[in-house]
């Protein structure tokens, strides 16, 4: 449930526009925020 709650989280952040909910959008930035972050920590970039 936690895990989902986190998911749901990252996708309003990321996928708001407007009024509504992109979903499929908001996912798509968080995932890619997700592994540049990691990347930099790593030092890779």
């Known amino acids: 449930h936690h895990i ?4 749901h989280h990252a996708c309003v952040e ?3 526009e407007g009024e509504q ?3 499929v959008q908001g996912a798509n ?4 925020v997700k ?3 990691a990347m930099l920590a790593q030092g890779v970039i």
């Not at 930035?29 to 890619?32: D, E, K, N, Q, S």
């Open 4 to 7: 989902m709650l986190d998911i």
């Open 14 to 16: 990321h996928g708001g």
């Open 21 to 23: 909910t992109n979903y």
């Open 29 to 32: 930035i968080a995932g890619f």
């Open 35 to 37: 592994v540049a972050d």
